[in-house]
């Protein structure tokens, strides 16, 4: 199974991008789907997760303005990303965890996203 993430480009500081991640099939037993960001010179951090039971987890300085989801159905992750600030500029990894007797991540390739005027 491949993650195959979508929804990236180019927006003006203030702008908004949504971002998703869909598998190339299905997923069982999964645990957590998330975002991570890696931009030049830094390393891959953590932006948003959201849990199979719906609870949610956001960098602090995404608070407020990104917002995970997930479509169980699909098994499918979101993030809509609003009032984007130039320092949002990185590439973005979604990854799904799956438990089935131990937690393995399925990563998707990346999407970059871009805030310039």
């Known amino acids: 199974v491949q993650l195959q993430a979508s929804g990236g480009g180019l927006v003006q500081p203030g702008g908004s991008l949504r971002l998703s991640c869909e598998p190339s099939?299905?997923?069982?037993?999964?645990?957590?789907m998330g975002w991570y960001r890696q931009a030049p010179g830094n390393q891959r951090e953590l932006v948003a997760t959201?849990?199979?039971?719906?609870?949610?987890n956001y960098a602090d300085s995404v608070k407020g303005r990104f917002t995970i989801s997930s479509d169980n159905a699909k098994d499918t992750v979101y993030l809509q990303m609003n009032s984007l600030k130039p320092e949002d500029t990185a590439v973005y990894y979604c990854?799904?965890?799956?438990?089935?007797?131990?937690?393995?991540?399925?990563w998707g390739q990346g999407t970059q996203v871009t805030v310039s005027s």
């Open positions: 099939g299905r997923l069982f037993n999964i645990k957590t």
């Open positions: 959201i849990t199979s039971g719906g609870n949610t």
């Open positions: 990854k799904i965890t799956v438990e089935v007797l131990r937690e393995y991540d399925y």
